[in-house]
């Protein structure tokens, strides 16, 4: 079952973050959307100015974005395991 809402037939109920894709450019997007500008944004908040800007007017679809994962301690992200290089050179260079 797909969950994707075309924007012809219906727009996001509220203001938030939506999954969208662009049938133009075949790509998805986390984008915002307004419903004051009934725009969808790159910009997590927007003026009229920048509903005109920068508006994406390419969306074809959207969706609700799914919950974010449950995850456990063991599977927390840890810098310093996934990047021991970056994560001891940062270290080095902010102790200076």
């Known amino acids: 079952m797909s969950n994707w809402i075309s924007v012809k037939d219906k727009l996001p109920p509220t203001d938030g973050e939506y999954l969208t894709y662009s049938t133009k450019l075949m790509a998805y997007n986390v984008l915002t959307y307004s419903q004051k500008y009934k725009a969808f944004n790159t910009l997590s908040q927007f003026s009229?100015?920048?509903?005109?800007?920068y508006a994406i007017y390419d969306?074809?679809?959207?969706?609700?974005?799914?919950?974010?994962?449950?995850?456990?301690?063991?599977?927390?992200?840890?810098?310093?395991?996934?990047?021991?290089?970056?994560?001891?050179?940062?270290?080095?260079?902010?102790s200076k």
Not at 48 to 53: H, K, P, S, V
Not at 67 to 72: A, D, L, Q, R
Not at 79 to 85: G, H, K, Q, R
């Open 48 to 53: 009229a100015e920048d509903a005109i800007m």
């Open 59 to 94: 969306v074809s679809h959207w969706q609700p974005l799914p919950e974010t994962p449950k995850i456990n301690e063991q599977e927390k992200f840890n810098p310093a395991e996934v990047y021991p290089l970056i994560w001891q050179s940062a270290r080095f260079y902010n």
